[in-house]
């Protein structure tokens, strides 16, 4: 392992959890309204909608994929958005990191 890609696995670990501990400080107790008005027009809300229930639209599916996500972890709508704000930076993280170590391989 290089020192880039522990540079990169640092630097994304610690932006994921800046961002999971910014949003959790937002969406944890509050209402299915405030934690929709937290993470709107987000990636991580745009994340949510996709996983959400098949048939829904917008606030909705929202809502509901960020509660499907939580529950899947054992939470529930405030847990996935939190999971679904850091996913987006860690995915990216997780390309960078093993896109620099393959190239360290050749």
Do not use: H, Q
């Amino acid at each position: 392992m290089s020192k880039k890609s522990k540079i990169i696995g640092a630097g994304t670990g610690l932006a994921s959890a800046t961002v999971a501990g910014t949003t959790a400080s937002s969406v944890v107790g509050a209402s299915a309204a405030g934690i929709m008005s937290a993470t709107a027009g987000t990636a991580g809300a745009s994340l949510a909608g996709v996983a959400g229930a098949s048939g829904l639209a917008g606030g909705a599916a929202t809502a509901s994929g960020m509660a499907a996500i939580g529950s899947a972890v054992g939470g529930g709508m405030a847990t996935g958005a939190i999971i679904t704000a850091a996913a987006p930076i860690a995915i990216i993280g997780a390309v960078g990191y093993g896109l620099v170590s393959l190239w360290d391989e050749w």
